[in-house]
């Protein structure tokens, strides 16, 4: 792939699949359920992605989307956009996501890598920016959560790797994995004995 924005957005969208397929055969409640202290969550990782996605793809470059996202009001709570309300199905939320990468991916295909746009929220000496400097920021942003969902996912069933098919890790039976999980648990404690 010889066009450096084909191949930006190539990886962009390998990450935005990613994130989707963990919720994948889970139901409501694990969709949902938050497995850190702070609360992160499957559901609250696409519903944050999507509020950004939109901002940085469509405000950044005057090129808002059409759908209104409360979830930033900065009078409501902090952090609603890392979660989901028993009202926002997983439907809506997932198709919602859909759209705004959509809208995100004809940003891309219109715009030049060094189009200029302005972040309104990141400080006056940073805020002036070009697409190129976008997508590099949005698929750091998107492979991070894309990260907490396969921790996240592997939590609640063990499902894990980059893809439903789990290519990306070695071939082995629960067995290998339960030894190797043994190996480095043994490895830490006597770490810790030195």
């Not at 028993?86 to 959509?102: A, F, G, I, K, W």
């Not at 302005?118 to 070009?130: K, L, M, Y």
């Not at 976008?134 to 790797?161: C, F, K, P, S, Y």
């Not at 070695?170 to 830490?188: F, G, K, L, N, V």
Request: aromatic fraction near 8%; include cysteine; hydrophobic fraction near 35%.
């Amino acid at each position: 792939m010889n066009d450096p924005k084909a191949h930006l957005h190539h990886y962009l969208t390998n990450a935005r699949e990613a994130l989707l397929w963990k919720l994948e055969g889970l139901g409501e409640y694990d969709i949902r359920r938050p497995l850190t202290p702070t609360g992160t969550n499957l559901l609250g990782l696409v519903k944050h992605l999507t509020c950004v996605t939109a901002d940085y793809f469509g405000t950044v470059f005057d090129r808002p989307f059409p759908d209104p996202q409360p979830w930033f009001d900065p009078n409501g709570e902090p952090n609603a956009d890392m979660w989901a309300t028993p009202d926002e199905s997983r439907d809506h939320l997932t198709d919602l996501y859909r759209r705004v990468c959509d809208h995100a991916d004809t940003t891309i295909r219109e715009l030049d890598l060094d189009t200029t746009g302005r972040v309104p929220w990141w400080p006056a000496e940073t805020a002036h920016v070009t697409l190129h400097q976008i997508l590099v920021h949005m698929i750091d942003e998107t492979n991070r959560h894309a990260g907490h969902a396969d921790i996240i996912r592997e939590l609640i069933d063990g499902a894990a790797g980059m893809r439903q098919d789990g290519d990306n890790l070695p071939s082995q039976d629960p067995a290998w994995w339960t030894a190797h999980h043994d190996t480095i648990e043994q490895a830490a404690h006597r770490a810790a004995a030195q």
